[in-house]
C-alpha cells in the first residue's frame, strides 16, 4: 500500500504515514523512493491509535440530504442534493469535488429568520466547493482556504452568516474520513 492510500486508511496525513515509516512505527519498504506500507501493520498501528484516544461519536453527513427555497422572482422551488464527483489527473492525482453543499449546512440556512436574507445567502453559498485531493501541493500551504498543504480546498470565500471558511474546512475534513471509509 503506498502512502497515500495509508493515510486515507489511518485518517492522517501522508506526512504522518511517512514519519510513521521512518520511525518503524509501521512496516514499511521503501522502492524506488517511495514507501510500500505492510498493510497489516497498519491496521496494528490504527488500532492502537483507536485505543489511545477517546473516541468520539462518529457521523455520518447525508450526501442524499436535499434543500429546497425558492430564488426571488421565482415561482418555482429550487432543490438541492449535494454532487460528488472524483477524477483523477494525469499527474495521477485523485480530485473529489463536493458541489451543491447547501443541504449539509441546512440548520444554518433555516437559522436565518428573514427569508430574504436567506435566499440571498443560498445565493452566495449556491457556487462553493468542496475539493478534496490525495496529494499534497506545497502552492496551496499559504492559501487560507486550504488545509493539510492543499489536500482539503473550497471556492468559498465567507459572506454567509453563521458559515466560516473554516466551517467548510471542517466539513471537508469529515467529508474526506466518510468517502475514505
Known amino acids: 500500500?503506498?502512502?497515500?492510500?495509508?493515510a486515507l486508511q489511518a485518517n492522517v496525513t501522508a506526512d504522518t504515514i511517512r514519519t510513521w515509516c521512518r520511525r518503524g512505527a509501521?512496516?514499511?519498504l521503501k522502492q524506488a523512493g517511495r514507501w510500500i506500507i505492510d498493510t497489516a501493520s497498519l491496521a496494528h498501528r490504527i488500532a492502537i491509535g483507536q485505543r489511545r484516544t477517546r473516541k468520539a461519536a462518529t457521523v455520518s453527513i447525508d450526501?442524499?440530504?436535499?434543500?429546497?427555497?425558492?430564488?426571488?422572482?421565482d415561482t418555482a422551488p429550487t432543490t438541492v442534493t449535494p454532487t460528488v464527483k472524483t477524477r483523477t489527473r494525469p499527474t495521477g492525482e485523485t480530485i473529489t469535488t463536493i458541489s451543491n453543499l447547501a443541504p449539509l449546512f441546512a440548520d444554518r440556512f433555516d437559522a436565518i429568520?428573514?427569508?430574504?436574507?436567506?435566499?440571498?445567502?443560498?445565493?452566495v453559498f449556491r457556487s462553493a466547493h468542496i475539493v478534496i485531493s490525495d496529494q499534497h501541493d506545497a502552492d496551496w500551504d499559504d492559501d487560507p482556504?486550504?488545509?493539510d498543504g492543499g489536500q482539503l480546498r473550497t471556492t468559498y470565500r465567507g459572506g454567509v452568516p453563521?458559515?466560516?471558511?473554516?466551517?467548510?474546512?471542517?466539513?471537508?475534513?469529515?467529508?474526506?474520513?466518510?468517502?475514505?471509509?
Do not use: E, K, S
Open 162 to 181: 453563521r458559515i466560516t471558511v473554516a466551517d467548510v474546512l471542517d466539513l471537508a475534513a469529515q467529508l474526506r474520513a466518510q468517502l475514505a471509509a
Open 145 to 147: 482556504q486550504t488545509r
Open 26 to 28: 509501521v512496516a514499511a
Open 63 to 73: 450526501l442524499t440530504a436535499t434543500y429546497t427555497f425558492t430564488h426571488a422572482g
Open 1 to 6: 500500500m503506498n502512502t497515500t492510500a495509508a
Open 113 to 123: 429568520p428573514d427569508n430574504g436574507d436567506r435566499v440571498a445567502a443560498l445565493t
